[in-house]
């Protein structure tokens, strides 16, 4: 299985990134899936999740400027992230919901500058 982030970056406070997950060796359709993020000194959480049926959540702190989607034609899970704070930086990784340890890749570093 593997599960490969992309598109992070350096934004300034109140700018925009799109994360992309391509996901290879799991039948992706069926799979509720889910953005995480650790940031330095704090545990992984779970930041946005969509299911096979395309229901989505959100953690509190990004409702309003995170969106998640998926295509399934393609595999590929997305982030849109809109109005970052600083507190947004964080490596973000994808992982299927609830997580799995060993799919775990090595996701993609987000910095937003104040």
């Known amino acids: 299985v593997q599960l490969q982030a992309s598109g992070g970056g350096l934004v300034q406070a109140g700018g925009s990134l799109r994360l992309s997950c391509a996901a290879s060796g799991i039948i992706f359709s069926v799979n509720d899936m889910g953005w995480y993020r650790q940031a330095p000194g704090k545990q992984r959480e779970l930041v946005a999740a969509i299911t096979s049926r395309y229901r989505v959540n959100y953690a509190d702190s990004v409702k309003g400027r995170f969106t998640i989607s998926r295509d399934n034609a393609k595999n590929t899970v997305y982030l849109q992230m809109n109005s970052l704070k600083p507190e947004d930086t964080a490596v973000y990784y994808c992982?299927?919901?609830?997580?799995?340890?060993?799919?775990w890749g090595q996701g993609t570093q987000v910095t937003v500058s104040s």
């Open positions: 992982n299927i919901e609830p997580s799995r340890e060993t799919y």
